[in-house]
C-alpha cells in the first residue's frame, strides 16, 4: 500500500488556502465599463443591472472623481447620444459624447481610458453600421470605424475597442491611427465577439437594440471555437495589442485556448447578462455572495488578463 496523499494538508486553514492559491483576483487588471447619456439628465439605474447607471456628462464627471478615488485603474466608455441617423454620424463627432468624456478623464485622472468603437448607439436603425437594403456593409462601415478612432484618438484615449466585428476592422482602424500620428493609440480588438442572448440588459442601457433583424450576419456563432481562434489569430496579425473573447462565463473554453495558442494580452468581457444573473441570484438569495468572486476568479484561472466587469467597482469598494 502506498502511504495515502494528503493533499488537505494544503487546505488545513484560510492562510494556508492562500499560499497554495493559484490565481486570484486581481483588481488592477479589471476594467469598468462606464455608459455616458446625453439624453437624460442626473443618473439613471439600468433595468436588471442594480447598482449600474447611465450617467448625464455632469453625472459622469462626478462618478469619474468617485472611482478615481477608489483606486479604479481602468475604465471603457460607452456613449448614448442624442443625435441618431441611419450613417451613426454622431459616433464620429468631435464634440460626441465618447470624445467629451475621453478629454475629461485625461484631463482630471491617470485612469487608462478605453473607449468602445461601435455605431449600434449611434444609428437609428441600431445595427452596428452603414446598411445597404437590409445588410451591413463591411466596407462602408470601415471607413466610419477609421473616423471614429480618429476622434478617440484626438481626444486622448489610450486604447480603442472596436466591437462591431466588421471584416477587417482592426487593420483599417491601425492604418488610419498611424497615419493620423497616433502610432501609440492602442487597439483592443473585440476579436471573436459571440452574437449571445447574455447582451440583453446592455442593449436596453445603450438604447441599441437593432430595430429589425439580429445581429448574427456579423457577430460570432456561438457553436464555434475553431473559427473563434481564427478571429483572434487575424487580429492579431492586423495589428492588434490586445485580443478578447466575449462573453466570458458561457465561453470559458475559448479564453483557455485562446490563452494556449496565443503569446498576447487577452481580455474577457463578463457581460450585462452574466451580471444581471448573478446579481439576481445573490440579492434574492438563491445563491452566496461568493458566487461572484467564484465567477470572477473563474475568468482569470481560464487565463484572462484583463476582465472588463460592471463587478469592477464593487470588488474596488468592498472586496469580494
Ligand atoms: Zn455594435
Redesign the pocket.
Known sequence: MFPTVRLRRTRKNERIRDIFSEVSIDKEKMVMPIFVDETISGKQEIQNMPGIYRFSFDYFKNYVSEINDLGVKSVLLFGIPSHKDPTGSAAYDENGIVQRSIEYIKSKTDMITMADL???EYTDHGH?GILQGKEVDNDSTLEAYRKIARTYAQAGADIVAP??MMDGQVGEIREELDYAGFKNTMIMAYSSKFASSLYGPFRDAAQ?APSFGDRRSYQMDFRNSNQAMREIELDIYEGADIVMVKPALFYLDLIERARDRFEMPLAAYNVSGEYAMLMHAVSSGILSKSAISEAITSIFRAGADIVISYFTEEIYRNGI
Request: aromatic share 0%; glycine share 14%; hydrophobic share 15%.
Open positions: 461601435c455605431m449600434c452596428c466591437s462591431g441599441s
